[in-house]
């Protein structure tokens, strides 16, 4: 390939890179405010908050969950959203941007989902991806189901975790909620018995 | 103005090294200069003198009416008891007032729970500590029962003592500064220090004030 040509690639490759990077970040802050704001009651996002509390109080629940239904609710908001923008938009680097980050956040239940599996029963490309940094590892994951359950948020990479983390990013927004709409996180309080992970391994559990 | 700060705090995020330094010099012979906010690692600076301010801040940098050396305005506020607290009261002994976000938020809290466990170094040093926020007199309350802090929480429930002893906001105007004065006993400002996002700071720098005074 001629240097005019590579050049031709390069552009949508970069661009996909930031749609990459950027997945992570757009993860993490979404993450954070279902983890803190809203009830199953909020209209539209009611369902995903409860499911996300859920989660906390049953995390290894979604290793059981098949590939499929890791893709299907993010498959059909990816669609909505990049289906018009694929239609109308020709511009290669636009498209590797869009692409890259709306498939990453398309995956990212399924990286989640990694994230929370063993060593052992994961194949081992999703292991060296998740020692190598570029998909969430299961140790910083781990770290977000610890008490006080106030960081590492981020979940397709989990490149901006410790950024987001020590900078105190979310600290602030909360901060800034609570003086603007005068809602408080519920990171904030000690997690009551709905939010704490249960750890008998005998309760009988429906998954969502 | 936001196009004078960007670039500042562009050149912080690419220092990961760079941790905030005081931004008050302790030595008495310094006039006074203008407080500086502190967000970890970025350095949002105001100065009158270089930078034209964002409309926000208007209000707390140029007008900030108490500054090192000088005697703040008086003031009388509701305790966590509904008593009514001056600031005379403490004329005679040096005072740590320190303006807070709000009750029951991480980082007052843990400002709160510091200047509680080094309480008894304040104490010898023949100090009081006041904290002073925008909540009621019920919220602190059971805060300082939650707590058990043993000194003073007033009620500025207006923002009017914030406002007359120029506090700046963070944020561009969103938080409530956090900012504590260190007041000898003849009432005149010996250090102004402020640091949003890490509380536990304050008691650290007025305490090294406090044993020099």
């Given at each position: 390939?001629?240097?005019?040509?590579?050049?031709?690639?390069?552009?949508?490759?970069?661009?996909?890179?930031?749609?990459?990077?950027?997945?992570?970040?757009?993860?993490?802050?979404?993450?954070?405010?279902?983890?803190?704001?809203?009830?199953?009651?909020?209209?539209?996002?009611?369902?995903?908050?409860?499911?996300?509390?859920?989660?906390?109080?049953?995390?290894?629940?979604?290793?059981?969950?098949?590939?499929?239904?890791?893709?299907?609710?993010?498959?059909?908001?990816?669609?909505?959203?990049?289906?018009?923008?694929?239609?109308?938009?020709?511009?290669?680097?636009?498209?590797?941007?869009?692409?890259?980050?709306?498939?990453?956040?398309?995956?990212?239940?399924?990286?989640?989902?990694?994230?929370?599996?063993?060593?052992?029963?994961?194949?081992?490309?999703?292991?060296?991806?998740?020692?190598?940094?570029?998909?969430?590892?299961?140790?910083?994951?781990?770290?977000?189901?610890?008490?006080?359950?106030?960081?590492?948020?981020?979940?397709?990479?989990?490149?901006?975790?410790?950024?987001?983390?020590?900078?105190?990013?979310?600290?602030?927004?909360?901060?800034?909620?609570?003086?603007?709409?005068?809602?408080?996180?519920?990171?904030?309080?000690?997690?009551?018995?709905?939010?704490?992970?249960?750890?008998?391994?005998?309760?009988?559990?429906?998954?969502? | 103005?936001?196009?004078?700060?960007?670039?500042?705090?562009?050149?912080?995020?690419?220092?990961?090294?760079?941790?905030?330094?005081?931004?008050?010099?302790?030595?008495?012979?310094?006039?006074?200069?203008?407080?500086?906010?502190?967000?970890?690692?970025?350095?949002?600076?105001?100065?009158?003198?270089?930078?034209?301010?964002?409309?926000?801040?208007?209000?707390?940098?140029?007008?900030?009416?108490?500054?090192?050396?000088?005697v703040p305005?008086a003031f009388t506020?509701?305790d966590?008891?509904?008593?009514?607290v001056s600031l005379s009261k403490f004329k005679g002994k040096p005072v740590v007032v320190?303006?807070?976000?709000?009750?029951?938020?991480?980082?007052?809290?843990?400002?709160?729970?510091?200047?509680?466990?080094?309480?008894?170094?304040f104490?010898?040093?023949g100090a009081e500590v006041v904290?002073?926020?925008?909540?009621?007199?019920?919220?602190?309350?059971?805060?300082?029962?939650?707590?058990?802090?043993?000194f003073t929480?007033l009620?500025?429930?207006?923002?009017?003592?914030?406002?007359?002893?120029?506090?700046?906001?963070?944020?561009?105007?969103?938080?409530?500064?956090?900012?504590?004065y260190v007041l000898d006993k003849n009432g005149k400002?010996?250090?102004?220090?402020?640091?949003?996002?890490?509380?536990?700071?304050?008691?650290?720098?007025?305490?090294?004030?406090?044993?020099?005074?």
């Open positions: 390939m001629g240097a005019a040509e590579s050049h031709i690639w390069l552009e949508p490759i970069l661009a996909g890179l930031v749609g990459y990077v950027l997945a992570d970040l757009g993860s993490g802050v979404y993450h954070w405010g279902i983890d803190n704001y809203g009830s199953a009651e909020t209209p539209v996002f009611g369902p995903q908050i409860e499911a996300f509390q859920g989660h906390h109080k049953w995390p290894w629940t979604i290793t059981r969950r098949q590939f499929a239904n890791n893709l299907h609710a993010l498959a059909r908001t990816v669609t909505f959203f990049v289906l018009p923008i694929d239609l109308a938009c020709h511009d290669s680097v636009l498209l590797g941007f869009v692409g890259v980050c709306s498939g990453c956040i398309m995956f990212s239940q399924q990286f989640h989902a990694w994230a929370h599996g063993t060593k052992s029963k994961l194949p081992p490309i999703v292991v060296a991806l998740q020692d190598a940094g570029i998909l969430v590892s299961r140790p910083q994951h781990a770290a977000h189901h610890r008490q006080p359950y106030n960081n590492n948020y981020c979940i397709v990479s989990g490149v901006w975790n410790e950024f987001l983390d020590t900078q105190n990013v979310f600290g602030a927004l909360e901060m800034i909620l609570l003086f603007k709409l005068g809602v408080r996180p519920r990171s904030w309080d000690e997690p009551n018995s709905d939010w704490t992970e249960e750890t008998e391994t005998s309760s009988q559990v429906a998954l969502p | 103005m936001a196009s004078v700060s960007l670039p500042k705090l562009t050149l912080h995020f690419l220092l990961p090294t760079h941790s905030p330094k005081t931004p008050f010099c302790l030595n008495n012979s310094i006039l006074h200069k203008l407080p500086e906010s502190q967000f970890r690692g970025l350095k949002l600076s105001r100065s009158s003198s270089t930078s034209i301010p964002s409309s926000s801040s208007v209000k707390t940098s140029i007008f900030a009416k108490v500054t090192q050396g000088t305005p506020l509701k966590q008891d509904g008593k009514n320190y303006f807070y976000p709000a009750d029951e938020t991480p980082g007052c809290t843990k400002q709160a729970c510091a200047f509680r466990d080094s309480y008894e170094k104490k010898k040093a904290g002073i926020s925008g909540d009621d007199s019920s919220s602190h309350k059971a805060f300082a029962k939650k707590y058990k802090l043993p929480l009620s500025d429930e207006s923002n009017k003592v914030r406002k007359d002893w120029g506090v700046p906001s963070d944020l561009f105007g969103t938080l409530p500064g956090r900012q504590t400002v010996q250090l102004i220090y402020n640091n949003q996002f890490q509380p536990e700071k304050h008691i650290d720098e007025t305490l090294k004030l406090l044993q020099s005074l």
